[in-house]
């Protein structure tokens, strides 16, 4: 027994031991530059447009001086950033990862202090709510993080608001294998201190709490008779808990007798399509099969392999097939008859540009407010490779969409135009109702 105990407990040191050395592990130059032809290759082989952000002359230059930087053997973390720059240059969709297991652990948010910035200088609110300027984070000076940033950020879409802590987001994923990020800030005593960006732990109360969990939320004001219903995710923890919170908003608005509904996608990165369906649903009033896009996609090997049941092969349009979306309304009346308003951003992806080309096209008494769809939410169905040495995985879009809506070609054209400046905060019910009131004042004086 105590044998056993004991080879137990050594296999999950060793595990561990291994986790905590796999951004360490050398790698061979000509295995580095074998993982980026790989990764090259298969994007032009399965991507149905790789050349629809970058040309094929620029992806070709990208790749090159990718594989003349590496002169020498390097890390698994530091080839993960090197590599890790191509996503700069791809779809939502498809994007390079580091191994499963580290990948699982950057899936936990960092714990981050408070930022302020005053001009080019970064200060940090310490526990004594001091301003202190920030020295570092990661070995890196807040200017130093800043151009990391510009450099690999895409040119495609450039940010809105890239505050320090926006940029920080991105330069921690970097940084893989780590548990916590040290970064060290001077008070205005002179005193030097080194702190850390730890990971957030999973917590079993939480868990517990959020059980039920299903990224949304509805907020009611019968003063105004307004009400916001937001909808973080079409890829929820519990579909069914999903369609019975979706179900009693519904009820809950035509029991408040409220005239006027706002949908907030705006921080929506897609999921389920079939839950896009079953939300317009509700205030689709057309029955039966309604048409959401035509969908082509590319043959490949790797397609095959991974079993895309839904793909029919047309001998006509050579080694591509056409998809067409479908959805049933889930009701033969729309449960909600009165003002809607589906609220997007440059951030609501994939099946969230789907929801709100369905609520456009289809329901007549629907607004859209926020920012212009973009064009990398038209890519879809990833597959999952694997980069031969490195271990890498790559999501690769297999699939490209043209909705339905004003604009088949780059998304849901807002009706009413609005920048989301930034995309962690969403505007409120009293917010949303003057930009309404704004836009109508704006359009009688017309």
């Known amino acids: 027994m105590k044998q056993k105990i004991f080879f ?3 296999c999950i040191l060793f595990s561990f031991f291994s986790f905590a050395q796999e951004g360490k592990k050398m790698m061979k130059v000509e295995d580095m530059q074998a993982d980026i032809d790989f990764f090259y290759e298969k994007l032009l082989s399965t991507h149905p447009y790789p050349f629809i952000i970058l040309s094929q002359d620029e992806w070709k230059e990208k790749i090159d001086s990718l594989k003349t930087s590496i002169t020498q053997p390097l890390t698994k973390k530091d080839f993960y950033f090197k590599i890790s720059e191509l996503n700069s240059y791809l779809d939502l969709h498809t994007s390079i990862h580091p191994s499963k297991k580290a990948y699982k652990k950057i899936q936990r948010a960092m714990n981050y202090p408070i930022f302020s910035q005053k001009g080019d200088t970064v200060y940090v609110i310490n526990e004594n709510k001091e301003e ?4 570092s984070v990661g070995g890196n000076t807040p200017k130093e993080i800043e151009r990391i940033f510009f450099e690999r950020e895409s040119k495609v879409e450039p940010m809105y608001n890239p505050t320090f802590l926006n940029m920080l987001r991105s330069y921690c994923k970097y940084n893989f294998v780590e ?3 040290a970064y060290t800030y001077i008070s205005s ?8 960006l730890c990971r957030e732990k999973k917590s079993k109360s939480a868990s517990k709490k959020n059980k039920n969990n299903t990224g949304t939320a509805l907020e009611i004001d019968t003063v105004s008779s307004s009400a916001l219903m937001t909808v973080n995710t079409f890829y929820p923890k519990s579909i069914s808990d999903f369609r019975d919170s979706i179900s009693s908003y519904i009820k809950k608005l035509n029991e408040k007798k409220v005239q006027r509904l706002y949908i907030d996608i705006t921080s929506n990165s897609g999921g389920l399509v079939n839950l896009t369906g079953y939300l317009a649903g ?17 043959a490949s090997k790797e397609r095959d392999k991974q079993r895309f049941d839904f793909l029919i092969r047309n001998g006509e349009l050579g080694d591509y097939t056409q998809r067409k979306y479908t959805f049933y309304a889930e009701n033969s009346k729309p449960k909600f008859s009165g003002e809607i ?4 951003s440059r951030n609501s992806y994939s099946a969230a540009a789907i929801y709100a080309s369905l609520m456009q096209y289809y329901t007549k008494n629907c607004t859209i407010i926020g920012e212009e769809g973009e064009i990398k939410a038209f890519y879809a169905d990833p597959m999952t490779l694997t980069l031969p040495k490195s271990k890498f995985m790559v999501s690769m879009s297999s699939m490209f969409g043209r909705f339905v809506g004003k604009d088949k070609n780059r998304g849901v054209v807002p009706d009413i135009p609005y920048k989301i400046y930034d995309p962690t905060k969403h505007l409120s019910l ?12 704006n359009n009688n004086k017309k």
């Not at 202190?132 to 020295?135: N, V, Y």
């Not at 005593?189 to 850390?196: D, F, I, P, R, V």
């Not at 509700?282 to 590319?298: H, L, M, P, V």
Request: with cysteine; glycine share 6%; hydrophobic share 35%.
């Open 132 to 135: 202190c300027r920030l020295l």
């Open 179 to 181: 548990d916590s990020i």
């Open 8 to 10: 137990l407990f050594t």
């Open 189 to 196: 005593t002179g005193k030097e201190t080194t702190s850390y």
């Open 341 to 344: 308003f589906v609220v997007q």
């Open 430 to 441: 009293k917010e949303l109702n003057k930009i309404v009131e704004e836009n109508k004042n």
């Open 282 to 298: 509700f205030f689709i009033e057309k029955t039966g099969q309604i048409y959401a896009g035509t969908w082509t996609s590319k």
